[in-house]
């Protein structure tokens, strides 16, 4: 209770602090935002301004006034007619002064309200037409079949007065003078114009508009119309995340987009993610795609803490990485871009090898001042359990163990019913039903001027295994102001304060003592974990429930990133914009284990505390030139520097031998050993200059050249620097004269690219010797001195990708069927790899560059607007298809990945030439000796094989054919982790006001090592673990009984301690990710609401599989891009039930 009582009150002041700063901000930004607000209203009411213009129309004075302060004039054209030209010379002079000097000679007058001045005649200000003369203006928006329109802009033109139509279309504007005109316009739909003429009440119905649907694309550093795109570019429609079963933004890109494969690495709450674009490019490098959000690129790697340090820091550095994007709220998100060929990547140079992610956030829309609260309330649960033996099936497996291997069985008659007593399923008492709330305030609006956009997010998430959740809460502000029409700003800012209290999980195949899901697998069903006074069992080694009550592992970070731009327009179309930000992270790691788990009754209490900040500031200039000439030349230009840098501190530290576990980790200073403390520090920076040229002849023939050179402090003189350039070439066949008369292709787009990208992800210091400490013996002393920790190699240099890139972009009638593919070949150069040489060097590892990957792949976009009117169904899907192969090593035929200790110390991965990175390695086994003769006939196997042993394959010798004898090489391939093809597809429908959408996810022929059933099946472990139902089942009880499961023995040697193709498993899956049900609810003459909406939602909802695992989808050892496609210990997916409100006002 002691312990509880601390960690909840801790937790609390914790999380309080954390809100109040967030709070004292907020207030701060607000105030801020209110104060500019007010000065901008008091200052143009006050303005005084100069002004020198000679024979300028009236209209031309009027325009000369609007660049020089905050007026807009609204006039119109007819009335200006007839009127003299004008000429002044005006020195700090009221803006009231000049109208009425350049007025008085004209049958003209004004009226003013704010910032808005509106020229009308005399006679028509003597019979109170000015602005005064205001009504309320309501009205209904469709399309051309009946559907309302939510979402249309509605604005008084020459004014910043606006809002937005509800759900049902409808929208309701007040003061709107009776002479005035209303504008509306929606994406994808021709924009109106409508003279008011003193109506109150409007029907409008808006049709579609080929130019309107063809939206910008954010490329980096800018933004290109799409039919200007000649990249590989995916943009995703992130409009129903919010309502989705989803935490993170990795879960709402899953199977959206071609050419790109999310893998949730593990079911944690928070828990790291595989992100790759267009496959795996690196060994030993990262496979991460560069995230850019608002502009500023941030690393994949948020630097959470790995524990090191002390006698058992190998047990964290198993835990799974975090995830970076964990901490990015979904329902902040406006559009998400990936970036995938070369022409859309090159712009970022080194750091795009693997693709770029284009995040852009949520900001104000002018005329539109809204308040939005989103809630979802998320129900959690295990799909499935794996079924293993009851206390009745595994006192008979044990006891036929025992006689198998020539001893007395273990559980005489007279002692079973006593053991009959306890049937504990361990895989209940740990995973448990959870629970997740997830709270959105949003508010956004603003002027012309001025736009705004606050959003406030808390999460709470529960995991499915007991006593882990993950805790989130953000805030994040937007702000813009046009300070003249040549000048403007903007901030973008966010924060984000997380906890994460995890579950122990190891991917190590053997490490029953740091996983709660091995241990709930393989404790025994005649263990209970409570003593008989009915108290947690601490004495039981083991216990998965101990584990789960007692171990402490708690992750905090906090998170910053702040950007803020100005931008200035030096003559039209020119445009100098001067960008800069902070990225801050702090993550602090709390681990302890108490007496009672194996860990802490082997050091009697452990503790490690461990704390990592990270920092990185970026300033960029940039010079942007966007020109069209003769309607026919389109222009469009970026050029510019950038420079960022970062600076990361990090310090862990082990401690053992604690009198007691009251404390926790709170009192350190009571532990008897203390391990060294391990510290880092690490600085690098990347000095850049990009530039890119769009050009577009009559919308038909297009050319896009980019270039970016980056110069790395990561690499040595000689290396620092190197140039990624690309080149694109695409064709608008639609737009050409012999396509004009056919109706039914009204898209039709060829284009090619090829180009350069680089990966810069070299270890800081890896081009230098680096020193460690180190302790000799002189004169009976332990003296400290320093080594050389790394042979240094100086001529380390990027890994370099190089891409060619074909596809076309079709649409059929009118945009209703749309058609995307592409081809693309990816050969990295370069690689960077860690060679093993000989021991006499004085080093075992030597890093160098040598070796190639290619990648080569398909990529099908498929989509339609199957029905429309009021019955809507829209349907899109997508499939990629990419073969990942090893071309060169530099001269080495394979290198092994890490080894494992628990299969016979040997490794499951190796990098081979003409295999894909990360193949897994192992023996075949051909089936189950039955007798003797076939043991005698079959080859040598040192193990000496019996009736109902595995029998592995001779596959090969010394000489390279089969030798008769098993061994070493007898190994091969035996199964990839990369699938032959991914894809999605998503059906929206809609009736009225309800819509139902679903989403199908597949992954076909990867394959995955369910490494749990090394120990389940192999029915070898005796009284040490228990085994699969499945195993036991079906097991090898005498000649002809089983050729797949063996007998049961109690050898600690599970497939004779090798690797082998049995717990290697299909994964392919075909998956319900999604599916939800939304209503729009009527709100009748509510006019406080702008929508209230309900839904609800379900995730993994049906998974058709054959894999005997938890789930298909999962990564364990994701943090080596060695290793991939291994199950081992790791919380799996679970399914979700979701029900949520999204109300507006």
Not at 609 to 633: M, P, Q, V, W
Request: glycine share 10%; proline share 3%.
């Amino acid at each position: 209770m002691k312990k509880n009582n601390l960690e909840q009150r801790h937790r609390r002041c914790f999380m309080l602090r954390k809100i109040l700063n967030m709070m004292k901000l907020t207030t701060l930004l607000f105030f801020v935002a209110l104060l500019q607000v007010a000065a901008t209203s008091t200052y143009s009411q006050t303005q005084k301004i100069s002004l020198n213009f000679q024979n300028k129309t009236l209209s031309e004075v009027f325009a000369v006034i609007e660049q020089n302060s905050d007026y807009s004039f609204f006039y119109k054209n007819e009335l200006l007619k007839g009127a003299k030209l004008k000429t002044g010379h005006y020195e700090n002079t009221m803006v009231s002064e000049v109208l009425d000097d350049v007025l008085r000679d004209e049958n003209l007058t004004y009226t003013s309200k704010g910032k808005l001045v509106m020229i009308l005649s005399k006679d028509e200000a003597a019979n109170g037409m000015g602005l005064q003369q205001q009504k309320t203006v309501t009205g209904k928006v469709t399309d051309l079949g009946g559907m309302p329109l939510p979402g249309v802009s509605v604005v008084i033109k020459g004014t910043t007065s606006g809002t937005i139509t509800d759900f049902d279309g409808k929208f309701t504007l007040p003061k709107v003078h009776g002479n005035g005109i209303l504008i509306f316009s929606f994406v994808g739909m021709k924009t109106q114009e409508l003279q008011i003429e003193g109506k109150t009440a409007f029907s409008i119905v808006m049709e579609e508009d080929a130019i309107g649907i063809e939206e910008v694309v954010a490329v980096g550093y800018g933004t290109i119309r799409k039919s200007d795109l000649t990249g590989s570019v995916s943009k995703i429609n992130v409009e129903k995340s919010s309502e989705r079963s989803v935490t993170s933004i990795e879960q709402m890109l899953q199977g959206q987009v071609s050419g790109v494969q999310i893998i949730q690495n593990t079911g944690a709450p928070g828990s790291g993610i595989t992100f790759a674009i267009r496959g795996a490019t690196s060994i030993s490098g990262s496979n991460q795609p560069l995230i850019v959000i608002d502009g500023y690129p941030v690393d994949s790697d948020n630097g959470g803490v790995k524990m090191s340090g002390g006698s058992q820091s190998g047990y964290l550095g198993n835990v799974p990485q975090d995830n970076a994007l964990a901490n990015l709220n979904p329902g902040d998100i406006e559009s998400v871009e990936i970036l995938k060929d070369a022409s859309a990547t090159a712009i970022y140079g080194s750091r795009a090898s693997n693709g770029v992610v284009m995040i852009t956030t949520k900001r104000g829309k002018a005329g539109t001042n809204r308040i939005e609260y989103n809630f979802r309330y998320d129900i959690s649960q295990l799909p499935k359990k794996i079924n293993v033996l009851n206390t009745a099936d595994y006192i008979a497996y044990s006891n036929e163990a025992y006689l198998n291997s020539g001893q007395d069985s273990t559980y005489k008659a007279a002692a079973i019913a006593k053991y009959m007593e306890t049937n504990t399923n361990w895989q209940d008492l740990i995973y448990r039903t959870a629970f997740v709330n997830n709270h959105q305030l949003t508010f956004s609006g603003g002027e012309e001027k001025m736009k705004y956009a606050v959003a406030l997010n808390y999460l709470n998430q529960e995991g499915i295994v007991k006593n882990s959740n993950f805790d989130r809460g953000s805030i994040r502000v937007n702000l813009d102001r046009e300070m003249s029409k040549k000048f403007k700003v903007g901030v973008s800012m966010s924060s984000t304060i997380s906890k994460n209290k995890a579950a122990m999980q190891s991917s190590s195949i053997n490490d029953v003592s740091m996983s709660v899901v091995r241990g709930a697998l393989s404790s025994r069903p005649l263990d209970s974990p409570y003593t008989a006074e009915d108290e947690l069992d601490q004495s039981f080694l083991g216990n998965p429930l101990t584990l789960v009550t007692l171990a402490d592992d708690q992750n905090r970070m906090t998170t910053l990133l702040a950007n803020m731009f100005a931008e200035y327009t030096i003559v039209k179309d020119l445009i100098f914009k001067v960008n800069g930000g902070i990225n801050t992270t702090s993550t602090h790691r709390d681990f302890y284990h108490p007496r009672g788990t194996t860990l802490g009754n082997l050091e009697g209490g452990y503790a490690y505390r461990g704390h990592t900040n990270s920092f990185n500031y970026l300033t960029e200039y940039t010079l942007s030139y966007n020109k069209t000439i003769n309607k026919k030349h389109r222009i469009s230009a970026v050029t510019g520097y950038t420079w960022q840098e970062w600076t990361r501190r990090s310090l862990g530290l082990s401690l053992l031998n604690f009198p007691n576990d009251n404390l926790l980790y709170y009192d350190l200073s009571s532990a008897a050993s203390i391990s060294k403390p391990t510290t880092s520090t690490q600085q690098w920076g990347l000095s850049s200059f990009i530039g890119r040229l769009n050009y577009s002849f009559d919308s038909r023939y297009l050319v896009t050249f980019t270039g970016r050179a980056d110069g790395s402090t990561r690499l040595a003189e000689g290396n620092k620097w190197d140039f990624f350039p690309s080149l694109a070439l695409g064709w608008n066949v639609h737009n050409e004269a012999f396509m004009k008369k056919q109706k039914v292709i009204s898209e039709f787009k060829v284009r090619t690219s090829y180009g350069f990208s680089g990966n810069q992800a070299i270890a800081v210091g890896a081009t230098k010797a680096s020193l460690s400490t180190t302790g000799s013996v002189i004169n009976e002393s332990i003296q400290t001195g320093y080594t050389q920790a790394n042979m240094a190699n100086d001529d380390l240099h990027w890994e370099i990708t190089r891409q060619i890139n074909a596809g076309i972009d079709l649409a059929f009638m009118e945009g209703r069927i749309t058609f995307g593919f592409d081809y693309y070949n990816k050969l990295t150069e370069d690689l960077l790899i860690a060679l093993t040489i000989p021991p006499s060097n004085g080093f075992t590892r030597y890093n160098t560059n040598q070796g190639t990957v290619e990648n080569q792949g398909y990529e099908f976009d498929l989509g339609g607007k199957i029905l429309t009117g009021k019955f809507r169904w829209d349907a899109s899907g997508n499939l990629s298809i990419n073969r990942n192969k090893i071309v060169d090593l530099g001269g080495l035929e394979s290198f092994m990945g890490p080894t494992f200790g628990a299969v016979g110390n040997q490794s499951l991965h190796i990098a081979k030439v003409g295999s894909p990175i990360g193949s897994f390695y192992g023996y075949r086994i051909d089936g189950i000796y039955q007798n003797q003769e076939e043991i005698d006939a079959g080859p040598v196997d040192p193990v000496t094989p019996k009736p109902g042993s595995f029998k592995f394959r001779d596959i090969s010798g010394p000489d390279g054919v089969p030798d008769g004898v098993i061994s070493a090489y007898d190994r091969e391939i035996i199964g990839s982790p990369y699938p032959d093809f991914i894809f999605g597809i998503t059906n929206n429908l809609s009736w009225k006001d309800i819509s139902l959408s679903f989403f199908i996810q597949g992954s076909i022929g990867q394959d995955v090592i369910n490494a749990n059933r090394y120990y389940l099946d192999a029915l070898s472990r005796g009284l040490s673990s228990n085994v699969s139902q499945e195993a036991w089942n079906n097991r090898w009880t005498g000649e002809g009984t089983s050729n797949k499961y063996p007998r049961a023995t109690t050898s600690a040697s599970p497939f004779s301690n090798r690797f082998t193709d049995f717990i290697v498993e299909d994964a392919s899956f075909i998956r319900l990710k999604n599916v939800t049900l939304s209503y729009n609810l009527p709100l009748g003459k509510r006019a406080y609401l702008k929508n209230v909406k309900v839904f609800a939602s379900a995730g993994n909802l049906l998974t058709i599989n054959n894999y005997t695992g938890y789930d298909p989808e999962i990564n364990s050892k994701a943090d080596n891009s060695l290793t991939p496609g291994l199950d081992s210990g790791s919380i799996p997916q679970y399914r979700t039930f979701s029900m949520g409100i999204n109300v507006g006002f």
